[in-house]
């Protein structure tokens, strides 16, 4: 198959999905893409939707929201450290979610009146902008890095809610969680 390239699992997940940054042939590069792509989508893209927004705060928010991959949704907190309103918060986060960049995994819960979680997960969707917003360069930091275990979740959550979606268009996906237990499920 000529033209044609073929990833490792560790690869895709490290580079992610985007095209150009998973073909960038050296860090450097697709950490260029990145900056590039991230600049642009604030800058040029939102503003060209008539969405408004202040770009330092949007990319502070992204950062932050790379740093809570894969934990429960708290908009208070996130509002607390960025020195804003939890309003403006979500309004960002709405934004980030309707331009498929950010996933939030709703909970499953079937009786309401017991101890379960009742918050989104959140995640950033592609594993290669997470890992830029996070610092992960290569395989060597990501091997060692304290969010690897969130950064992975995150990868199998995406590729099993795509694969659902493609056989199922009207398939659901949910986490269950009580005190102690966190389980994602499609």
Not at 139 to 162: C, D, K, M, Y
Request: with cysteine; hydrophobic share 40%; proline share 4%.
């Amino acid at each position: 198959m000529q033209g044609k390239r073929r990833f490792a699992l560790e690869t895709l997940w490290l580079r992610g999905g985007f095209p150009d940054a998973a073909l960038a042939s050296s860090t450097p590069g697709r950490q260029d893409w990145f900056d590039g792509y991230t600049r642009t989508f604030i800058e040029r893209a939102l503003t060209a939707l008539g969405i408004t927004v202040t770009p330092s705060q949007m990319r502070k928010l992204w950062t932050m929201l790379a740093h809570f991959h894969g934990n429960v949704w708290n908009a208070s907190k996130l509002a607390a450290s960025m020195g804003t309103s939890y309003h403006t918060i979500n309004r960002y986060t709405d934004i980030l979610e309707q331009t498929f960049l950010v996933r939030k995994l709703p909970p499953y819960y079937a009786n309401i009146g017991k101890r379960l979680v009742k918050s989104p997960n959140i995640y950033l969707r592609d594993s290669g902008l997470l890992h830029y917003f996070i610092g992960v360069q290569d395989a060597r930091t990501l091997a060692v890095h304290p969010s690897r275990g969130a950064s992975w979740e995150g990868f199998v959550i995406e590729q099993l809610v795509n694969a659902f979606t493609l056989e199922s268009p009207s398939a659901e996906a949910f986490y269950w969680r009580t005190a102690g237990v966190t389980r994602s499920t499609c």
